[in-house]
């Protein structure tokens, strides 16, 4: 395994259009989590998975964001009518459940995204 | 709300010598933990080292330490022996005890190590 893998890696899009980003974690992690990260800022929540329940999402996530984890393996995150604001870098990462949050998560690459 | 405040935007450190960086939280919750995390240029983030709220001694990595100040709500990292690598955003994050919540952070601290 070797570890959270994101793709793409870089999204450049259209203002409008709309985009999916993919997250694969690590195999033996139950918890995926979302995050997006503005320039200078430290990563922003935007939701968690447990296997494929989406148990928390933040107001960060408008009715225009969508996640799914349908198998309870890799995550998708949809946004819909992409608007200047959402350019960020999407970081996901990937956690054992059970574990009280003590082992952290560990981070993907992220997809750094631009609306033009 | 829990927050997770940097103090320290920007830090320089000459390398082989020591740098503290500044964290401080605000939260109700008793059973917690803390991170700093590292992330160089290419932009993946990289857990550095965590503190249990329950355990009175500080964690230590390697060169990596930190001074966890509970009471004060205070988790310090300091870096000993700098090294050109340590140049990166360092994010102080906490996260609830228990099977619940997520990771949130601070706004971060920028390192340089001159040479």
């Known amino acids: 395994d070797t570890g959270v893998s994101q793709d793409p890696r870089h999204k450049i899009t259209k203002r409008g259009q709309n985009v999916t980003f993919r997250c694969d974690p690590i195999s033996e992690h139950n918890r995926l989590y979302w995050y997006r990260q503005t320039l200078g800022q430290g990563p922003e929540f935007l939701t968690y998975f447990q296997n494929e329940a989406q148990l928390e999402k933040s107001r960060l996530l408008s009715d225009r964001f969508s996640a799914e984890r349908p198998k309870g393996s890799f995550s998708t995150l949809e946004i819909q009518r992409t608007e200047q604001g959402d350019s960020a870098m999407y970081l996901c990462?990937?956690?054992?459940?059970?574990?009280?949050?003590?082992?952290?998560?560990?981070f993907g690459s992220g997809t750094r995204l631009t609306v033009v | 709300a829990q927050t997770v405040t940097q103090s320290q935007p920007e830090m320089s450190v000459q390398e082989a010598e020591t740098v503290t960086l500044s964290c401080t939280y605000d939260t109700s919750e008793s059973d917690y933990y803390l991170f700093w995390y590292k992330q160089p240029p290419s932009r993946q983030m990289i857990l550095v080292i965590r503190?249990?709220?329950?355990?009175?001694q500080n964690a230590t990595e390697n060169r990596f330490s930190v001074n966890f100040q509970k009471a004060a709500k205070s988790f310090s990292l300091k870096i000993s022996d700098s090294q050109l690598g340590d140049a990166a955003m360092y994010f102080c994050?906490?996260?609830?005890?228990?099977?619940?919540?997520?990771?949130?952070f601070g706004k971060g601290t920028k390192l340089s190590v001159k040479p």
């Open positions: 994050a906490w996260v609830r005890g228990g099977s619940q919540g997520n990771l949130i």
């Open positions: 990462a990937s956690s054992p459940s059970g574990t009280g949050g003590m082992d952290g998560y560990t």
């Open positions: 503190q249990e709220a329950y355990k009175q």
